[in-house]
């Protein structure tokens, strides 16, 4: 199968240009041919996926972290382009979602002796995801986490900006409106997953699915800080979806406003907009997935 490989070369903290000569060798070992593209700058990588498919690759593989992966997504959705992932990144949440094994010789193993099969994409506004959608706290706390990467130890990024956010972050008023309902309130967070688990490891929506043709949501709305601080163990665990001020349920489609500007991120990827208009596209993507 004509291969691509689209590779960060900043992800991973520099663990991406370590295993350029690695994953050559893997693919050599077993005979099969690719071609491999090293991104530079971001939004590169949707670029390259695009000229990909122009160029007939059959499959096109994503190296890197979720942002990466984000990149490569927005590039091949609605062709019959097959899609891959090697996880190099630091949080890789799509690709624990999966199932892809973190170890690099067992992720490309994957890509030659894996199965085929077709995968649920989210849209927001212009944007595609795979993974989930953060707006409010969420979006707030994956932007900030982009400015201590370098400090930290990549399992507490997460957890340290959340905790350095919680007592600053003001939560918006915004307009919700999913299946026929209407919400008007302050919300800390919304989280719209077509996966499970967000800043690496955080279960939001821990009910959903990759292909049943649904996002799940997550709505916790605004309360004080010091409880929201003591319950923070539980959305570790995706036991928060008990809680009295936590909402959860799915939906084909969802729009959330502000008479502000709000922040969001889709796979990490940060997004500014006073309306987002969400939408599920079932099996829009064809994904190699361990057997």
Not at 65 to 87: K, L, Q, S, Y
Not at 109 to 121: P, T
Not at 130 to 152: H, M, P, T, W
Not at 225 to 243: F, S
Request: glycine fraction near 10%; charged fraction near 25%.
């Amino acid at each position: 199968m004509k291969t691509k490989i689209i590779l960060n070369s900043l992800a991973g903290r520099g663990r991406a240009k370590r295993v350029i000569a690695v994953i050559r060798d893997i693919f050599e070992d077993r005979k099969i041919a690719l071609e491999m593209d090293i991104t530079q700058s971001q939004g590169e990588a949707t670029s390259l996926a695009t000229e990909a498919v122009k160029n007939g690759f059959k499959l096109i593989v994503a190296a890197g972290g979720d942002g990466t992966i984000n990149e490569v997504v927005n590039g091949i959705v609605g062709t019959r382009a097959i899609f891959g992932v090697i996880p190099i990144g630091l949080g890789n949440d799509f690709a624990k979602g999966i199932g892809v094994a973190p170890k690099l010789e067992d992720a490309c193993r994957v890509l030659y002796e894996g199965a085929v099969c077709e995968i649920d994409v989210g849209r927001i506004n212009s944007r595609y995801f795979i993974n989930g959608v953060g707006i409010g706290f969420d979006a707030y706390v994956a932007r900030e986490s982009q400015n201590i990467r370098k400090f930290l130890n990549p399992d507490w990024i997460y957890l340290y900006t959340v905790l350095s956010s919680l007592f600053k972050y003001k939560s918006p008023k915004l307009k919700i409106s999913f299946n026929n309902t209407t919400l008007d309130k302050k919300a800390l967070l919304i989280a719209v997953g077509n996966g499970k688990a967000a800043g690496g490891g955080f279960l939001l929506t821990p009910s959903a699915e990759f292909d049943d043709g649904l996002m799940d949501v997550c709505i916790i709305d605004d309360q004080n800080r010091l409880k929201l601080l003591r319950d923070l163990p539980k959305a570790i665990k995706g036991e928060h979806v008990n809680l009295p001020y936590v909402k959860t349920f799915k939906t084909k489609e969802i729009v959330v406003s502000s008479t502000s500007l709000l922040l969001a991120h889709a796979d990490g990827e940060i997004l500014e907009s006073g309306e987002y208009k969400l939408k599920i596209l079932p099996r829009a993507l064809r994904i190699m997935l361990p057997k």
